[in-house]
């Protein structure tokens, strides 16, 4: 079946370090999406990226859709940045296939 | 801002209970969604709905039904409530079109826990 896999698991960096996370996907899709993750918290939206790249402040968010894989860079890296980050990938009308999550831990 | 509200936010049953979890979106949105979240399997889709009168099965639909009253309204119904279904269920909504992606805004997440 149609899969998700991110990289890494788990991030622990020093504060202002830059952070790359990496979202493969097993079969070709119509968009993805990055959203952010609280302990216990909801999701919230962080891009929604069909292709090539977008920045938002200190967050880059890059697609290739031919190779299938896309990335999240967080630049100066700050505490509360921490969180699990997950890549969605839109395959059918808004249905969603998550990955399972990069847990950042940004520590001082 | 997107609002989804959900309820209740926590919530003790018993095997074999029926369960309903209730969920209201003020954003207008034809699209509404539920997932399960948990440790080793991620968010997985269990019903979704395009508009008010429609639900469709998801990835995980086994146990559960879904209801879609009106545009605002999505509830998640378990009539038979088992241990495997304790979790912490999102629900969703989002505007896309057909053939086209949408960014999704969530709830808080209801958690459930069945004894």
């Known amino acids: 079946g149609q899969q998700v896999q991110q990289s890494p698991t788990s991030l622990v960096l020093q504060e202002g370090e830059n952070a790359e996370l990496q979202c493969n996907f097993s079969t070709s899709l119509n968009s993805m999406q990055w959203f952010y993750q609280r302990p216990g918290g909801s999701l919230v939206s962080v891009f929604y990226?069909?292709?090539g790249t977008k920045q938002s402040g200190r967050l880059t968010s890059t697609t290739v859709i031919k190779e299938r894989r896309s990335s999240l860079h967080i630049s100066s890296s700050q505490i509360t940045d921490s969180g699990t980050y997950l890549c969605?990938?839109?395959?059918?009308?808004?249905?969603?296939?998550f990955g399972q999550g990069t847990k950042l831990s940004i520590k001082p | 801002e997107a609002a989804v509200t959900q309820s209740p936010r926590n919530k003790v049953a018993v095997t074999g209970g029926k369960v309903t979890l209730s969920c209201n979106q003020t954003?207008?949105?034809?699209?509404m969604y539920w997932y399960r979240q948990d440790t080793g399997h991620g968010l997985r889709l269990i019903h979704y709905s395009y508009g008010a009168g429609s639900t469709e099965k998801g990835d995980i639909p086994d146990g559960y039904k879904a209801s879609r009253p009106s545009q605002e309204n999505f509830s998640l119904i378990l009539e038979l409530a088992t241990p495997s279904q304790t979790s912490v269920y999102f629900c969703a909504s989002g505007a896309g079109q057909p053939h086209s992606g949408n960014t999704l805004y969530f709830g808080e997440g209801s958690r459930l826990i069945v004894v």
């Open positions: 954003n207008n949105h034809n699209n």
């Open positions: 969605a990938m839109d395959y059918n009308q808004g249905k969603l296939i």
């Open positions: 990226n069909p292709s």
